[in-house]
């Protein structure tokens, strides 16, 4: 039964999209599963990208050996450690996620075509060219701490195109994680630090919907119908009741989010605080 409650779903799922790692252990655990050989998993290998990863030589294709070195705080094919502060248990980055809505899913799980999926990828690229140019590190040189931006980030890009299996069924879900490590280089130290998260992680509503205006410009211009709802948007030439069918983890996630909201809104609200306060 609905709860009588305010409906925070929305809310909540917009803060709970960007996802912390502690940790080298755990990232090898996500790596292994974004190369995993059932459907969910396997799309392509991942892909480097961002001005961090360019510094440091990373492109193309992401090789489990590369991925894992960063995750053990070391430059690929070295052992130099990247940023001088080494905490145990160290965060070793946040995993971004950017889905499309329902209805471009299934267009692509019965077309497969290619053009959307270019859109998809350019809109991607875009909102995370925006939250790279928010990257920030924090400064403790020559007075109080403050954050100052950076601008380069590091991240690994899966792309994934069906949702978690339910009683072994996947529905069609076309998104994209992009594994952003914990390390920026602040170019007025001339090194490596760790990153400031805090502001892109409160803002996280914002790039979800930059992320679909972006689409939802692209597929516009190249003639594709689309519909606004409250939300974001929907391919026109896709019923609600189609949709509806194959948003089964949809619905149990709004069903768990009426009957937990209280829990959950006071979650976020702590991280919300825990942002606003610099702690990262």
Avoid at 33 to 60: F, I, M, N, P, Q
Avoid at 153 to 167: C, D, K, L, N
Wanted: some cysteine; overall charge positive; proline content about 3%.
């Amino acid at each position: 039964m609905r709860s009588s409650g305010p409906d925070y779903s929305v809310f909540l799922r917009g803060m709970l999209r960007i996802i912390e790692r502690h940790g080298a252990a755990d990232t090898a655990k996500y790596f292994d599963a974004s190369l995993a050989t059932t459907d969910y998993y396997v799309r392509e290998c991942g892909t480097w990208a961002g001005k961090g990863a360019e510094r440091l030589g990373l492109a193309g294709q992401v090789r489990r050996e590369d991925f894992m070195a960063l995750a053990n705080n070391k430059a690929p094919g070295t052992d130099q450690r990247i940023t001088v502060r080494l905490k145990e248990d160290r965060r070793t980055g946040y995993d971004f996620c950017f889905a499309v809505p329902k209805s471009v899913s299934l267009y692509l799980a019965e077309t497969g075509d290619k053009a959307v999926e270019q859109m998809i990828l350019e809109a991607f690229n875009e909102t995370m060219t925006d939250v790279e140019a928010r990257m920030e590190t924090r400064v403790r040189i020559g007075g109080p701490d403050r954050d100052r931006t950076t601008g380069n980030m590091v991240y690994a890009s899966f792309i994934h195109t069906t949702g978690r299996p339910i009683e072994g069924i996947c529905d069609p879900h076309w998104h994209i994680h992009a594994f952003t490590f914990n390390a920026t280089f602040d170019p007025q130290e001339k090194r490596w630090k760790a990153g400031q998260f805090g502001n892109i992680k409160a803002d996280a509503p914002f790039y979800e919907a930059a992320f679909n205006n972006y689409l939802a410009g692209k597929l516009v211009a190249a003639g594709y119908g689309v519909r606004r709802t409250d939300k974001h948007f929907e391919l026109a030439s896709v019923s609600r009741e189609l949709i509806e069918k194959f948003s089964e983890r949809t619905r149990l996630v709004e069903q768990f989010i009426r009957e937990n909201h209280t829990a959950l809104y006071a979650k976020a609200r702590a991280l919300v605080k825990k942002n606003r306060d610099g702690v990262c």
